[in-house]
């Protein structure tokens, strides 16, 4: 017989409620629902890896963010219209974890300049965004990149496509 480890995860309430929706239309329970989500994120990523070592595809991340008043340091109200309203002036804030995650992906996105070929930031809403990102080169490294921008807290999700260059 198989032995099972049973763990814990945490999760937004809006993201469990989606979960236990999906989960319950499928009729599944809740360790089904994620052992086969497990399984095919595994899946997913070995078969990305017969693929030839020259690769050309693009990574999506949608980020989410808050921003910070610069005139007196707290997080704005998005409900408020002033928020172009500010002095922008360069010295030292405090900086949220969402901040530092899109410090982090901009030093990330530097390391890995020989297979980035374009980027495109799209603001989808006041605390959310889309950063899309080109990438042409060896395999390995497009996967170690993906690896790096999946580690960031503040990645609401993460998308991957890539095909083979080499096709003839």
């Known amino acids: 017989m198989e032995e099972y480890k049973r763990f814990t995860i945490s999760l937004p ?10 989960r319950n239309k499928l009729g599944i329970s809740r360790s089904d629902a994620i052992r086969k989500a497990m399984h ?10 017969i693929i030839s070592e020259n690769v050309v595809g693009c990574i999506a991340i949608m980020m989410t963010h808050e921003h910070v008043d610069i005139n007196d340091e707290h997080v704005h ?24 995650d899109e410090i982090l ?3 990330i996105q530097h390391h890995f300049h020989d297979i ?8 989808l809403e006041y605390e959310k965004c889309l950063e ?11 996967k170690k990149l ?7 807290k503040s990645v609401l999700s993460l998308g991957f496509f890539i095909i083979d260059k080499e096709i003839k």
């Open 13 to 22: 309430q809006d993201q469990y409620n989606k979960f236990e929706e999906f």
């Open 40 to 49: 095919l994120l595994i899946i997913q990523d070995e078969a990305i890896s």
């Open 77 to 100: 109200n998005h409900l408020d219209d002033s928020h172009h309203d500010h002095d922008y002036i360069s010295r030292p804030i405090y900086a949220n974890v969402q901040q530092t």
């Open 105 to 107: 992906k901009n030093d």
């Open 116 to 123: 980035i070929i374009s980027t495109m930031h799209v603001h």
């Open 132 to 142: 899309i990102i080109a990438v042409s080169g060896p395999y390995k490294e497009v």
């Open 146 to 152: 993906k690896e790096a921008l999946q580690r960031l």
